[in-house]
């Protein structure tokens, strides 16, 4: 990492989850958003897929409080508080889940530092053995893959600015 905040990439759920639980983990990575501890980058497609699933009817009727005035506002939110990558070159082919390509090639193209993640198929490409996730691995050795719990544990360990105030 280096000495510049933080450059982080969240995955959809992980957006989702941070909107529809005030006081969970994901909100908390995105606090720290908020507090300039790191920088997270978006892109037109990854908005694009937020709001479609913050607008999808299975969602908000699992969610009662997503009404459209909320997702409005958080979409205003989080596209003020991160820098948007318009034109994201595609840069890394990932067969097992093509739609996690846009995050993917997200990172390469700012040289992130971290993705936050719960998704089961890219949190894999850290550990995983087939010949994407090495691929992966040697395309991006320095940057961590984490689920919101560790990564909010990883900058509270590394930055004293992320610590709970």
């Given at each position: 990492?280096?000495?510049?905040?933080?450059?982080?990439?969240?995955?959809?759920n992980v957006l989702l989850q941070?909107?529809?639980?005030?006081?969970?983990?994901a909100a908390e990575c995105l606090r720290l958003i908020e507090r300039n501890v790191a920088t997270l980058y978006l892109s037109k497609p990854i908005l694009r897929e937020v709001r479609q699933i913050l607008t999808d009817?299975?969602?908000?009727?699992?969610n009662l409080a997503l009404t459209s005035q909320l997702v409005d506002a958080f979409l205003r939110k989080i596209a003020y508080r991160a820098e948007l990558i318009r034109d994201v070159p595609p840069l890394f082919d990932y067969p097992r889940d093509p739609?996690?390509?846009k995050y993917i090639n997200l990172i390469a193209a700012v040289d992130a530092d971290y993705?936050?993640?719960?998704?089961?198929?890219?949190?894999?490409?850290?550990?995983?053995?087939?010949?994407?996730?090495?691929?992966?691995?040697?395309?991006?050795?320095?940057?961590?893959?984490?689920?919101?719990?560790?990564?909010?544990?990883?900058?509270?360990?590394?930055?004293?600015?992320?610590r709970e105030s």
């Open positions: 990492m280096n000495s510049t905040r933080p450059k982080v990439v969240f995955d959809c941070a909107v529809a639980r005030e006081r969970g983990p009817a299975v969602v908000q009727a699992e739609n996690d390509e993705l936050v993640t719960r998704d089961k198929d890219l949190l894999d490409l850290r550990s995983g053995h087939d010949l994407t996730a090495k691929q992966f691995r040697q395309r991006f050795p320095r940057l961590s893959v984490l689920n919101p719990v560790d990564f909010l544990n990883e900058l509270r360990r590394v930055i004293p600015d992320a």
